[in-house]
């Protein structure tokens, strides 16, 4: 895209997902396992990379699954890999790429509330800071304060690799 500025590359995307999974692990050393549940496709590949992090680093047995929604109404279905049966009495980390008002977030919680988990946290690699929805994430990659108007766009899969403000 014209006029984007490369706030990270794929060298520091790296080393912020690194960082955030031994946060990860310090907070959740004492469970057998943890259920690492990516936001859509990007948040998904961050899932992953994490959990190959957790598996170089600890004894943590990380199990990676997808939440799926539409966008425009996330009020709608939402699709969860897992069974609640799986995750039921276990620590979850929700992860996406940005967290922006907190929407999507808020929307992907909910497959989480008619079953009783150990504890549940938020992992983003950006956090823009215009919350509207009351949720917050533990784990924060970059906290980027950004005018309304401007955008994020998280690239993990070209050449490219990089966060981009535009």
Known sequence: MKNEIKILDHVQISQKILRLSWEIYENNFDDENIFLVGIGDKGHLIANI????LRKISNLKPNVSKISFNREKPY???SLSI??????????????DVLYSGRTLMYCSKAFLNTPVKKMSVLVLVDRNHNTYPIK?????LSLSTTLKEYIR???T?????VYLS
């Open 50 to 53: 994490v959990n190959d992090n």
């Open 154 to 156: 998280v690239d993990l």
């Open 76 to 78: 709608d279905e939402i």
């Open 137 to 141: 994430a533990n784990y924060v990659g």
């Open 158 to 162: 070209s050449n490219d690799k990089g």
């Open 83 to 96: 069974s609640c049966n799986e995750y039921k009495d276990k620590s979850v980390v929700l992860i996406d």
